[in-house]
């Protein structure tokens, strides 16, 4: 069955360096998302993409963040310059369509866990 | 600002008996709601979803009901089993403003005795 992958699993960095997730959303979805859970908080949304652009993004996703996609199957989310507060479980999710049409369930990815140091 | 509450941060429930699971939200623009199951070291999983137009939605012994007056929903699992043992978040989206971002609960943790 084909699933959301995101690499790496684990990632460490220091305080001020630039880090750069990475998933594969499922190929035939169109619609790609960005979530963060910070360790004992809910999952929250940061962005989504669509057609080469970002579709809706939310007020955690300032200017620090930047989203690409940069050939046919991957997805990327990159914070230019890390914070304590940038710590936690980030997932890529991704769906056939959005909004509320039919196939617009989002399939997450398992994750990748950012610690900043 | 909680848009999405689930207030049972963790339910028991013995195997093959019901559980339910309770959502309820604020914002009454939400128009479409899903419940996700997680795993520890995963990603959530999508289990059903319920458009605002309905009012129950069944999916093998999984159902999900809405009721929009009291802005309330609940998955319903029948029987329960072992592996139902997960955590259980409840999300919902106010599609009609052309929104893509799924607005989360803080998740139910569902604990199945044998």
């Known amino acids: 069955e084909p699933e959301v992958t995101q690499t790496p699993s684990h990632q460490v960095t220091q305080m001020g360096q630039e880090v750069i997730l990475r998933c594969v959303p499922i190929?035939?979805?169109?619609?790609f998302y960005w979530y963060r859970q910070i360790l004992g908080q809910k999952v929250e949304f940061l962005v989504s993409?669509?057609?080469?652009?970002?579709?809706?993004k939310s007020e955690i996703f300032d200017d620090q963040f930047s989203v690409e996609r940069p050939d046919g199957s991957n997805f990327t989310l990159k914070i230019r310059s890390t914070k304590l507060e940038d710590s936690a479980m980030y997932f890529c999710?991704?769906?056939?369509?959005?909004?509320?049409?039919?196939?617009?369930?989002?399939?997450f990815g398992p994750g990748t866990r950012l610690t900043v140091l | 600002d909680q848009q999405v509450k689930q207030n049972s941060p963790s339910l028991s429930v013995q195997e093959g008996r019901i559980s339910i699971l309770n959502c309820d939200y604020t914002?009454?623009?939400?128009?479409?709601f899903l419940w996700y199951k997680k795993y520890p070291a995963e990603g959530p999983t999508f289990l059903i979803s319920i458009s605002s137009i309905k009012d129950k939605n069944e999916d093998g012994r999984f159902t999900v009901f809405l009721n929009k007056s009291a802005k309330h929903l609940s998955l319903h699992i029948v029987p329960s089993q072992p592996g139902d043992s997960a955590v259980y978040f409840c999300a919902a989206i106010y599609s009609g403003g052309g929104a893509d971002g799924l607005t989360f609960g803080k998740g139910t943790h569902l604990i199945i005795q044998p």
């Open positions: 993409f669509y057609n080469n652009e970002i579709s809706e």
């Open positions: 190929s035939n979805h169109l619609y």
């Open positions: 914002n009454s623009m939400f128009d479409y």
């Open positions: 999710a991704s769906s056939v369509r959005g909004g509320n049409l039919k196939d617009n369930e989002q399939f």
